[in-house]
């Protein structure tokens, strides 16, 4: 590619060279919290891992255009970089994979991966998929019941996108027109299960015209194309146009879990090729084309990232763990003795009762 | 400082690794999370970056062994900062299962007595009768009342079944009834039950709580005048069979009289404090004198023939059986044949119905040190003499070790009290209730008697037993009484030699 | 006072709650412009509009998710099943994420929200219009669960239920929705969740019921005291969890006989849990076995009237299980 073209590329999105550098600069961050959650659990320090390896680049640009303390997102386990685009520090990642007491996402009471953040406006998330993809469309009912300006973002894989209430949710936001974004992250595997044997008709964009919305699918390689397609759905979304679909067409890395060994049934040489895939030597090497990344900037990116991962890894692990008098506490929000009768339960300290 | 460096658990559920190789050698320098080893498990294969930076000091699972997770596998000896260690799980404190011991049932334990001296063929040709205390006998004791297991005392556990159920000895009290006789000190011997099956209901309870033992429904209508019986000569009188005026009870007053003051002891004076046993008894023998209308009938009976058929078997029997044919047993024997021709006196009062008892569970009134037990011969009807006074020397040596069940205190449907032992003549027992009749058998004397043999009078020497038949005139009236004597004196009159002591 | 049915009470809590909080909004099939296949929202749509009283999909799962994300959003839904038959595809969003959504975020988040359905048979609704499956939620952590049995209890039952900060799911017996009219008090009367009622006192038996067995109950102790002189107190619950254990074990106390009585069937039914927490807390107390009255063990009410006859729990039944109890 021409130098000139990449430089309009960006600029025609009203993208300055700082905001690439920023998406780069996120993208290495979430992966390096991703590599350094896996050395922590190789090394026993963290019991699971989900990772986001080889989603970054679709991950950044999405989030990009989403509105921090405004807009709202539902996302997945996956999420990594999504969520820390969105606000999410790498100690808070960190820490949730700790478990620790203060962990903003469940103060460990939740695997690793179960994203929640209430300061970032990211909905607490489970382990059966695809749920966040209605409370997503319900946030986006609210904001359109009240009229506020607020637009939600839920993620997904494509495994997920056949499960029935993802259907439900699409249909309902195109009946209404509610100011969603569904974001595919379309990595072709559903744990070990192909796309071949997953989605029929082998476009989970092209199930959008059923919702009434357009389905767009995008090169999740391709930093700037996935940024221009969550632009327009983020600037639809806002003028009262409706829902988007976007599948964003990414490679997963690694093994879909720290308990999954992919090698045992990824083809060998795919597995062997996946890492020319990989969006970050991707977009890198564009920013250098366009003129925008140079060794040195990138070397101190990095530096940068290193510092501020083994701070976050320090500080994560200082953190207090959970204590188990207080596994008793938060069930409702308007307290119940006992946890749901009148009459008050001591509870006992790792015990049952 | 040496760090342990483990063997991870690379994955849920799994419990052990393999050392594919070593990335690192003793004495290498690493950095924190360069690679140490290669590990393959069931699930994944990984390298195993170190969790310190520092020399790897020692290496202890070599290559190709397998071993569990958490085995240490190498040293580090750490330079620098150390790497942050995982703080320690905190340890739920064990939960501690509150203890809780749910009371235990024990038979109640009647006070010891001493094991009782036999009273000997001392003064009187004597039934041999078990309970004996050299000290102080009773005073003309009235047995009547069965000692229950006093609950609301720390020494007496809470009896965890049985009750006076009207259906003679089912044991079915549930957990209000036990809590309330528990916590009021009820003798459940004194519940009458009105729920299925003579169940004892929390209702009976609490109406007896209220309103104490036994209402009757009317009051002991207009007593006949009569003087209280003494307990002493006037009663020698030889009493014609037929029905005569009745010594009545003082009309019943109110269930719980005030007690006439008594002054403070003073100099010399001693204090004896009351044993549980006795506060049984003292309380019993009140609520049934107060409530259940006493009426009393004195039959002479002519043992003669008892006694020869002892005298001619006592030797053979003492052999058999190890001990002497007791006159009780005899007599016990005799008011079961004759019970059910009279049923009414096997019965139980039970407000606005009379219920007839089918078992004839027999109780035997027994001197204990300090007090008096009654405890009960189930089903003496089916029993043989020998049968009988097998049971009786049993449970009265048991009430004198303390060691009856509380099964063998209740159930009862009539009772036979033995003052005869003690030299007794003539006396009124209290009603063992919610029995409505009890018989003292007195002492056999050789006394004179009037026979008409061959159509003339004579004088002959008999051996001659007094027995008084205490009765609730609310349920029996002198006739049936009196009848039910004379058919009990019939057996015992004409007590044929040839009875076995089977 | 005025006197309405349930159905009536119903409404008007949502009305005046709807009036009161502009955050309140109703979703479900057909709720808006049909006012509701019973006519529980008649009238509201004309008021509030379509944002507020919204046609929903025919979709329980995204009735129930979407109204878990308004109410995260900051909104107050009350979300309507048209037939607690119809709950289960609903299931996974309720069970797996609106009862944990609090728990599971330590507290940073919670879903208030309504979720009313109409249950309980009788109306020859046959096995998909007449299930009732309460205890499919009173044993969810995390929800709570209740069943009023008159309309002063549905009107603010149902307004508690959508100021809680807490979800609630809110059984209205469809038998009862015009069966009686009764008083209802005017104005903002709000009755607490987690407390029960004492219809009727008595000092024989106590009856423990909600929903519809409340007037069953009642007609049945009317019948028990004219003709047994048997006094039965009869405790309304009205809120299943949390359970409102104190009334409970406060009547047991008195009375000594429990009878319990719902119209779910027995096994595992919600009856069991109370039994057990009398046999647990009231042991000493109890003059005779704690016995629960409910509905068959088959899969739901049959059509034909002689089998739904059968199946339905009555006056008459609960009098004869109360004698039997009574005479124990």
């Keep these: 590619m021409a130098t000139t073209d990449i430089k309009l590329r960006h600029g025609d999105l009203g993208l300055s060279d700082d905001d690439v550098l920023g998406m780069y600069r996120a993208m290495l961050m979430a992966r390096a919290v991703d590599e350094r959650m896996w050395l922590m659990q190789r090394a026993g320090k963290i019991a699971f891992i989900i990772s986001g390896q080889g989603h970054e680049g679709a991950q950044v640009a999405t989030a990009w255009p989403m509105r921090k303390g405004t807009d709202w997102m539902a996302p997945f386990y996956r999420s990594i970089a999504s969520a820390m685009t969105f606000g999410m520090s790498a100690e808070d990642i960190i820490t949730a994979h700790l478990a620790k007491g203060d962990d903003v996402s469940s103060g460990g009471r939740q695997m690793p991966g179960h994203y929640g953040g209430a300061p970032y406006n990211i909905v607490s998330l489970s382990s059966p998929v695809g749920t966040q993809v209605l409370h997503a469309v319900g946030i986006a009912m609210g904001a359109w019941v009240r009229g506020d300006d607020v637009v939600t973002m839920t993620q997904f894989g494509e495994g997920t996108s056949n499960q029935g209430e993802i259907h439900e949710a699409m249909n309902f936001a195109g009946v209404h027109k509610l100011p969603v974004i569904f974001v595919c992250e379309n990595n072709g595997y559903a744990i070990s299960v192909p796309l071949d044997r997953q989605v029929a008709g082998g476009s989970v964009a092209s199930r959008a015209a059923g919702y009434g919305m357009p389905g767009v699918v995008v090169d999740g390689g391709d930093v700037l194309a996935c940024y221009a397609a969550a632009r327009e759905a983020h600037e639809r979304a806002r003028r009262g146009e409706g829902p988007t679909l976007i599948e964003a067409r990414v490679v997963r890395l690694t093994s879909h879990s720290s308990d999954d060994d992919q090698r045992r049934y990824r083809d060998p040489s795919e597995v062997e090729h996946l890492k020319e895939q990989d969006p970050i030597p991707m977009f890198a090497a564009e920013l250098r084309a366009a003129g925008v990344l140079t060794d040195e900037i990138d070397e101190s990116i990095k530096a940068e990232i290193k510092a501020e991962i083994n701070a976050a890894n320090k500080a994560a692990e200082a953190r207090p763990d959970p204590v188990a008098a207080d596994a008793h506490e938060r069930v409702y929000a308007e307290p119940i003795p006992g946890g749901g009768t009148a009459v008050a339960l001591a509870p006992i300290e790792g015990g049952s009762h | ?502 | 006072m005025a006197e309405l049915n349930m159905l009536e009470a119903i409404r008007l809590a949502m009305d005046e709650e709807m009036e009161r909080d502009d955050r309140v909004m109703v979703l479900g099939e057909d709720v808006g412009k049909k006012g509701g296949v019973f006519g529980a929202t008649e009238g509201l749509w004309a008021k509030y509009g379509d944002k507020r009283v919204l046609d929903t999909p025919l979709t329980e799962g995204m009735i129930a998710g979407a109204a878990m994300g308004a109410a995260v959003y900051g909104l107050r839904p009350i979300a309507e099943m048209q037939f607690a038959d119809f709950v289960y595809p609903a299931f996974n969003q309720i069970v797996s994420e609106i009862s944990r959504l609090h728990y599971r975020s330590n507290g940073t988040f919670s879903a208030p929200m309504v979720i009313r359905m109409p249950y309980g048979g009788g109306v020859h609704g046959a096995l998909y219009h007449s299930q009732s499956n309460e205890t499919y939620f009173t044993s969810t952590v995390g929800l709570k669960i209740l069943a009023p049995g008159t309309p002063a209890d549905a009107k603010g039952l149902l307004k508690a239920a959508i100021r809680d900060p807490d979800p609630v799911m809110f059984f209205e017996h469809k038998k009862t929705y015009r069966l009686f009219k009764a008083e209802v008090p005017e104005g903002d009367t709000v009755v607490p969740i987690g407390k029960a009622s004492v219809a009727r006192e008595g000092r024989h038996l106590s009856i423990f019921c909600y929903g519809f067995m409340r007037t069953c109950a009642l007609e049945a102790a009317e019948t028990l005291a004219r003709e047994d002189g048997v006094e039965a107190e009869v405790v309304d619950l009205r809120s299943l969890r949390p359970l409102d254990l104190d009334t409970i074990l406060a009547s047991v106390e008195k009375t000594g006989k429990a009878l319990v009585v719902h119209e779910a069937n027995r096994f595992g039914g919600f009856g069991a849990e109370i039994a057990a927490e009398i046999g647990e807390r009231a042991f000493e107390h109890l003059d005779g076995p704690v016995t629960r009255l409910a509905g068959p063990e088959v899969p739901g009410v049959p059509f034909h009237h002689t089998l739904e006859d059968w199946f339905m729990l009555s006056p008459a039944r609960i009098v004869q299980a109360a004698r039997d109890l009574a005479a124990y």
């Design chain 2, 1 to 502: 400082m040496a760090t342990t460096i483990k063997m991870p658990q690379l994955g849920e559920s799994v419990t052990e690794g393999t050392i594919e190789r070593w990335l690192v050698k003793e004495g290498d320098t690493v950095e924190q999370y360069d690679p140490l080893f290669e590990v393959v498990t069931d699930k994944v294969n990984a390298e195993v970056p170190a969790e310190i930076g520092g020399t790897v000091s020692k290496i202890l699972v070599p290559d190709g062994e397998t071993v569990a997770v958490g085995t240490p596998v190498a040293e580090i000896d750490a330079e620098g900062a150390g790497a942050a260690t995982d703080a320690p799980a905190e340890e739920p404190a064990a939960a501690e299962a509150p203890a809780d011991q749910p009371a235990e049932a024990e038979a109640p334990e009647p006070a010891q007595a001493e094991v009782p001296t036999d009273a000997g063929e001392a003064a009187v040709e004597q039934q041999e009768q078990a309970p004996a205390t050299a000290e102080a006998p009773e005073p003309a004791p009235e047995p009547a009342a069965e000692t229950e297991a006093q609950p609301a005392t720390a020494q007496q556990p809470v009896p965890q079944n049985g009750g006076v159920a009207a259906d003679g000895g089912s044991a079915r009290m549930t957990p209000a009834v036990r809590r309330l006789v528990r916590e009021h000190g009820i003798d459940v011997a004194q519940l009458r039950g009105s729920g299925a099956g003579g169940r004892v209901t929390r209702d009976d309870v609490l109406a007896y709580i209220d309103k104490g033992p036994q209402t009757a429904s009317a009051p002991a209508a207009s007593p006949p005048p009569a003087a209280q019986a003494a307990p002493s000569a006037e009663a020698q009188a030889p009493a014609p069979v037929a029905p005569q005026a009745q010594a009545a009870a003082a009309p019943a007053s109110a269930p719980s009289p005030t007690p006439a003051s008594v002054p403070a002891p003073s100099g010399g004076d001693t204090e004896i404090a009351l044993s549980q046993m006795r506060k049984a008894i003292a309380k019993k023998m009140t609520q049934v004198k107060t409530t259940v209308p006493h009426a009393y009938t004195v039959i002479e009976v002519d043992m003669t023939n008892v006694v020869k058929w002892r005298e001619a078997n006592n030797m053979a029997f003492k052999s058999r059986e190890g001990a002497s044919l007791s006159y009780v047993a005899v007599v016990v024997k005799a008011v079961t044949e004759t019970l059910r021709k009279h049923p009414t006196l096997n019965s139980q009062f039970a407000e606005d119905k009379i219920i007839l008892k089918q078992a004839m569970n027999i109780g035997i009134a027994v001197a204990v040190d300090n007090g008096l037990v009654v405890p009960v011969i189930a089903n003496a009807d089916q029993l043989s003499i020998s049968g009988v006074n097998a049971r009786i020397r049993d449970i009265s040596s048991r009430a004198h070790a303390g060691k009856l069940r509380l099964d063998e205190l209740q159930g009862g449907t009539f009772t036979v009290n033995n003052t005869g032992w003690f030299g007794s003549v003539s006396s009124m027992p209290i009603i063992n209730a919610p029995e409505v009749a009890i018989l003292s058998m007195e002492a056999i004397v050789k006394r004179p008697r009037v026979m008409e043999i061959d159509g003339a009078d004579v004088i002959a020497i008999r051996h001659m037993m007094n027995m008084t038949c205490s009765f609730d005139h609310r349920v029996l009236d002198g006739a049936q009484v009196g009848f039910f004597l004379a058919d009990v004196r019939a057996v015992l009159e004409e007590w044929d030699q040839a009875t076995s002591i089977g």
